[in-house]
């Protein structure tokens, strides 16, 4: 089956099935959480033949999180989904003013390869909640989990409701030419603004779930042995291939010393050396190891730096200047670049002369600073005295902020983003009004001016 005759295929079942009894959508997603949880082994399996990840971050960066959205949209899709009764103006009586919950219809969610399972599938639980039809297309750079999501998903629901696209840019393109009634794509900036430009071509709505170089700011008050813990913890979560990875540390010069050796104890501590750990993470693929690597070289190296051809060692630069090519790009490994500072209010302009990031961090216990950098910069999520766990809860969306995104998902949320929300006034007609009616008088132009200040 081609790409155009899949989508003519889900679209035809769609416009037969919509709209998908509430009943039907909690029973795809029961058969969805029950088939992950028999196949847990071999999700992991996938994940390790991939990435290298082992089977406890596996579970808890990936396939946790998916189980987790899973339950929170059974829990609540039924109130989700019902009919949402509001307020109707005086100016409008009789009548009575709801919102019906719609799917979109034929929806192309596009993950990336870093957390290929859980990008994946995190999204098309929240589209199938709401009563989409999807085609997925998982990252080519991750072959052995998008097999097991492509079987995974064969078996849980019939090709016309859900389908899996495999391939490389050929597919990409043929799906992008297609037209969908909404596209959910996670990735790089440059992919990102192309999915935009392609999805104009139909006005379909998109979320961009992207990235950027996103700062942590450790400030003089902060409590340092937590704060090298936790960094150590988001920057080495998968070899720092996360898009909410701390990209660079901006350090107060007074606790720059305790930090930074913190968080290399932390390192050793985890992984002791992290080469030859079986839980440390490799790169990708060569192209991305050899880019990485190229960061590295001609700066200051604190600790790390070394590899082995496939890994790379968790290291720290220091003395590095903001034109370094490491402060020019996503780093998207596992490589933390360090500038200093001397107060809090030299972080602001450097980092908001920068593109939006999709992540920030503060670690501080002085309140005025805390609220300084909460309202001054701009972002799409963070924390603070902590790294990468906001988007690990189904009560907050999650999503970025001009370049690093649009759109958020994530519990509720995700169901909000692949529905429609469609506005009714149902009138009565027992009683109309003529205010409303030409010709437009002095008397009614006053009782207007009453009835809709």
């Not at 992991?44 to 990435?51: G, I, N, R, S, W």
């Not at 900036?189 to 992207?210: D, F, I, Q, S």
């Amino acid at each position: 089956m081609t790409i155009h005759d899949l989508v003519a295929l889900q679209r035809e079942a769609f416009e037969k099935a919509h709209p998908y009894d509430v009943e039907d959508r909690l029973a795809g997603l029961e058969r969805l959480r029950e088939a992950i949880e028999r196949r847990e082994n071999e999700i992991c399996a996938a994940l390790e033949a991939d990435l290298g990840k082992c089977a406890g971050e596996a579970y808890m960066t990936e396939i946790g999180m998916v189980l987790t959205e899973i339950s929170c949209a059974v829990k609540n899709l039924k109130k989700w989904a019902r009919p949402k009764r509001v307020k109707t103006h005086l100016v409008q009586f009789p009548a009575r003013s709801y919102i019906i919950k719609e799917a979109y219809g034929v929806v192309l969610i596009m993950a990336p390869w870093n957390y290929p399972f859980q990008l994946t599938i995190s999204p098309f639980v929240g589209a199938l909640a709401a009563g989409n039809h999807c085609i997925l297309k998982p990252s080519d750079y991750s072959p052995a989990t998008s097999q097991v999501i492509a079987s995974l998903i064969a078996e849980c629901f019939p090709v016309e409701q859900a389908a899996v696209v495999l391939g490389g840019r050929k597919e990409n393109q043929a799906l992008l030419d297609e037209r969908f009634d909404y596209i959910f794509f996670t990735g790089g900036v440059t992919v990102g603004k192309l999915v935009l430009e392609k999805a104009a071509r139909h006005v379909t709505p998109v979320t961009l779930e992207l990235g950027g170089k996103s700062p942590c700011i450790v400030d003089e008050t902060a409590c340092i042995p937590v704060a090298a813990r936790r960094i150590a913890f988001g920057k080495a979560l998968n070899s720092g291939q996360t898009c909410v990875a701390p990209d660079y540390l901006m350090v107060h010069e007074k606790v720059k010393d305790r930090l930074l050796q913190g968080i290399w104890d932390c390192w050793e501590e985890f992984y002791g050396d992290a080469l030859q750990s079986a839980q440390w993470p490799r790169m990708v693929n060569e192209k991305h190891y050899q880019r990485v690597m190229g960061l590295i070289r001609g700066e200051n190296i604190y600790c790390g730096g070394a590899g082995d051809g496939i890994r790379i060692a968790p290291t720290i630069l220091t003395d590095v200047s903001w034109e370094a090519p490491v402060m020019q790009e996503e780093i998207f490994g596992p490589v933390l670049p360090v500038i200093t500072f001397r107060h809090i209010d030299e972080v602001i302009p450097m980092i908001n002369s920068r593109e939006k990031p999709l992540a920030l961090y503060l670690f501080s216990r002085n309140a005025a600073n805390q609220e300084k950098i909460l309202d001054k910069i701009s972002f799409g999520g963070g924390c603070v005295n902590d790294t990468i766990i906001h988007l690990a809860t189904d009560q907050m969306p999650f999503g970025g902020v001009g370049q690093s995104g649009m759109g958020g998902y994530h519990g509720k949320k995700s169901f909000d983003t692949f529905t429609h929300e469609k506005s009714i006034v149902q009138k009565a007609n027992w009683l109309d009004i003529p205010v409303r009616y030409a010709p437009f008088t002095q008397k009614k132009l006053e009782l207007v001016k009453k009835l809709m200040k």
